[in-house]
């Protein structure tokens, strides 16, 4: 099969015949449509990470945001069978350990990043194989497009489980987001839907009008705003209710909590880069005092993806609003540079491969 296969950090990957994987007793074998190319796939191309054991080594196939066909299922598969259409979570999950038993497989204490270790193997080929494919798999609702529900593995699942599940959003609540990516956006959109008034800010305009088609009710250029929290506080009227960090860098983390009103929830979705290697500064006294909450997010557990199914459904919720362009698999290494400058909008999809 084909497949883009990473030689070195921050070079172009190689598109390469490799060995169509076999499904495990436990395991299963999809027929990719569709695949999104995310910046934590930027992340791995760039050799980040390392601080958190995820540095990606050559031979890594890359790719966490996959939706096809089950191709193959193993021998001890009894949920999933050929032809289901599916998406597959970024963090696959063992389904035995505690976490997973009490729901919280996004954080499985033997957690598979897809994509980031030699153990899974990644989406940017023909076909990828997904361990314990009964709990990791979700099949997706009739009529829905591949290519439409590229993002839901990570970008879409992870800003919906972050601001539904982990923060208190109400309706009528404000919710700064910092950073336009496909996560920020996505964001926006959700806020949006759980019937928050939703505050953009980024860098690029281009980003921001994007946000406002999908519900922003203000945005904010930061690179044209000497003081991005004080501007979201005038806004806002004192503060946000919530705000999310969606990019990772130093900056928009603290915006971000800077942002909030007095008892507001940060969440923090971003993971950094080799600047920061995951440690932030933040105002910790100004936090005490205003009991500020800091709040981390990782994915979604699969078992919740029908709450996101139920708000496609009605129309309250539409991914492929998030979808900017679709491209072929050789397009990919050119995509993962543009996301060095953040030049990408929204969230590219490979649906030719």
């Not at 309250?316 to 909008?345: Q, R």
């Amino acid at each position: 099969m084909r497949a883009a296969v990473l030689e070195e950090h921050g070079e172009p990957l190689s598109i390469e015949d490799v060995d169509a994987p076999e499904p495990a007793p436990d395991g299963a074998v999809v027929e990719l449509e569709a695949c999104g190319v995310c910046r934590s796939d930027w992340h791995g191309w760039q050799g980040d990470w390392g601080w958190l054991g995820l540095e990606t080594q050559p031979g890594q196939i890359l790719g966490h945001e996959p939706a096809g066909h089950v191709a193959a299922v193993g021998d001890d598969v009894e949920t999933v069978a050929e032809g289901d259409h599916v998406a597959v979570p970024f963090n696959l999950g063992d389904g035995t350990c505690p976490r997973c038993q009490r729901g919280h497989s996004n954080i499985c204490e033997n957690v598979m990043p897809l994509g980031f270790i030699e153990q899974a193997q990644g989406a940017f080929a023909e076909q990828v194989h997904v361990p314990v494919a009964d709990h990791n798999l979700v099949t997706l609702p009739d009529g829905v497009s591949s290519v439409d529900m590229a993002g839901l593995g990570c970008r879409f699942m992870t800003s919906f489980h972050a601001l539904a599940h982990r923060a208190d959003v109400d309706a009528g609540d404000w919710v700064s987001v910092h950073g336009c990516g496909g996560v920020g956006l996505s964001a926006v959109h959700i806020a949006d839907a759980l019937g928050a008034n939703v505050v953009a800010v980024d860098l690029k305009d281009e980003k921001l009008e994007k946000a406002k088609s999908l519900g922003a009710v203000e945005t904010i250029n930061a690179e044209d705003t000497e003081d991005v929290p004080g501007e979201v506080q005038s806004i806002t009227n004192g503060g946000a209710h919530v705000s999310m960090d969606a990019l990772g860098i130093a900056t928009t983390s603290q915006n971000s909590v800077s942002s909030l009103d007095a008892r507001g929830q940060h969440i923090q979705v971003g993971l950094t880069t080799q600047d920061e290697q995951g440690m932030i500064s933040l105002p910790s006294d100004a936090m005490v005092m205003q009991e500020i909450e800091f709040i981390g997010s990782l994915g979604m557990p699969p078992t919740r993806y029908d709450e996101i199914f139920r708000m496609v459904s009605t129309g309250k919720l539409e991914p492929e609003k998030v979808v900017s362009e679709t491209i072929g698999l050789e397009d990919v290494s050119d995509k993962l540079e543009s996301m060095t400058d953040f030049e990408t909008v929204g969230i590219p999809v490979i649906d030719t491969f």
